[in-house]
């Protein structure tokens, strides 16, 4: 989201639809605000119809997914209860014990989220004629499938991800 708005100079908007902290911003017929990037999370109680509406107001959609649905669903983990909601929060396997992780009841539901919005996603793709990109690939790559958009790559170096390498301490 950071990249693309400061690859345009566009404002961004992070999940403004989450947990219905603004339940009528992406209500049918209500304009959305120009130059603006908005990262929503798709969500299955929304249901499709929902996402494909909201794909007709805006004028470019991006769908990104995971390929390794497990380390998603660790990373859901680790923000929702180890760093406690704050989504730029750096960890690393130091400090994390992914394989305590993976057995708790916590993570196996989280997974099943992940799985189902999944679903979710490949049904928006399928319905909307968007190709989703990948994370791991728009990292590796520094860009998206229509390499025409802008990114500001800096927000695409390993510094900035919440996920570090290595065994370096952070602080």
């Keep these: 989201m950071l990249a693309l708005g400061r690859g345009y100079g566009f404002s961004t908007f992070f ?5 219905n902290a603004n339940p009528n911003l992406y209500s049918k017929g209500k304009s959305i605000k120009q130059d603006s990037v908005h990262k929503i999370i798709v969500d299955t109680k929304k ?3 929902y996402y ?26 680790i923000l929702r ?25 916590e993570y196996k ?35 998206l499938h229509n390499k025409e958009i802008k990114l500001d790559l800096e927000y695409m170096s390993e510094r900035k991800r919440c996920r570090q390498s290595g065994k370096q301490t952070l602080l």
């Design 52 to 77: 494909l509406d909201l794909i007709q107001r805006f004028d470019y959609t991006i769908l990104l997914d995971r390929k390794d649905i497990l380390q998603q669903a660790e990373s859901y983990y």
């Design 81 to 105: 209860h180890i760093n406690k909601g704050k989504v730029n929060a750096q960890w690393n396997d130091e400090i994390i014990d992914r394989q305590g992780i993976r057995k708790t009841e």
């Design 109 to 143: 539901r989280m997974l099943e989220v992940c799985k189902n919005n999944r679903n979710l996603l490949r049904g928006i793709s399928e319905f909307s004629n968007i190709e989703i990109d990948y994370y791991e690939d728009v990292y590796s790559k520094k860009h």
């Design 47 to 49: 249901g499709i119809d």
């Design 15 to 19: 999940e403004q639809d989450k947990d």
